[in-house]
């Protein structure tokens, strides 16, 4: 009787420590489900924030942008790395028509990259120095994400000769798009950062 009690209470408490496991991640997931709706890539705005929530709770908006921005600066700096290495396998094998195309796409990635991280270090600043900061400090991560993404769009949109394979190909247009993807979501869940601590602030937009 002992035994079968024992048992009970166990598989009891199983199903109940899985029953709130599942409950904490659906909460956690339709939680991210609402912070992404107003971001122009959705599946890829929950497939960022979602692995933050399980670990951190609930992140707050301006974390939520930090995010965003730091996952778009970890993919932009591993295309960097990338093309670098195919640029330098093209100027030894290929005309040097293919490496200027090349070197032009990877000059772009370079800019993005450098904007990527100037707005990351100048979102961390916003609100630490005063609200009559705030709005120049958004200017400015506004402005940096805006060319970054414009550098992504143009690089993925040009030719980048027939010097590299097809596949090559396909992998450099998919990663650049994983960058403007990123760099497109981080825009809104920023805007959304700011609307809601200018309001809550009382910075009125002049």
Wanted: hydrophobic fraction near 35%.
């Amino acid at each position: 009787m002992a035994q079968t009690l024992l048992s009970f209470i166990c598989v009891s408490f199983t199903i109940l420590v899985v029953s709130t496991v599942v409950e904490s991640r659906s909460r956690a997931r339709m939680y991210v489900d609402s912070q992404c709706k107003s971001t122009r890539y959705p599946d890829t705005c929950v497939q960022t924030l979602l692995p933050y929530v399980s670990k951190r709770g609930l992140p707050s908006p301006k974390l939520q942008a930090q995010i965003s921005l730091a996952t778009c600066l970890s993919k932009a700096r591993f295309m960097k790395t990338y093309m670098n290495m195919l640029a330098k396998n093209l100027n030894k094998t290929s005309n040097s028509g293919d490496y200027q195309a090349m070197e032009e796409c990877l000059q772009q990635i370079n800019d993005g990259v450098k904007q990527i991280t100037q707005s990351f270090k100048e979102l961390q600043q916003m609100g630490k120095d005063g609200d009559e900061n705030f709005m120049w400090h958004e200017s400015n991560v506004q402005t940096w994400v805006s060319a970054a993404l414009t550098d992504a769009t143009t690089c993925v949109e040009g030719s980048l000769g027939n010097g590299i394979s097809d596949s090559e190909k396909a992998t450099i247009q998919a990663r650049i798009l994983k960058v403007k993807q990123l760099a497109s979501n981080s825009l809104a869940l920023f805007t959304h950062f700011t609307t809601r601590y200018r309001a809550s602030h009382g910075i009125n937009v002049p």
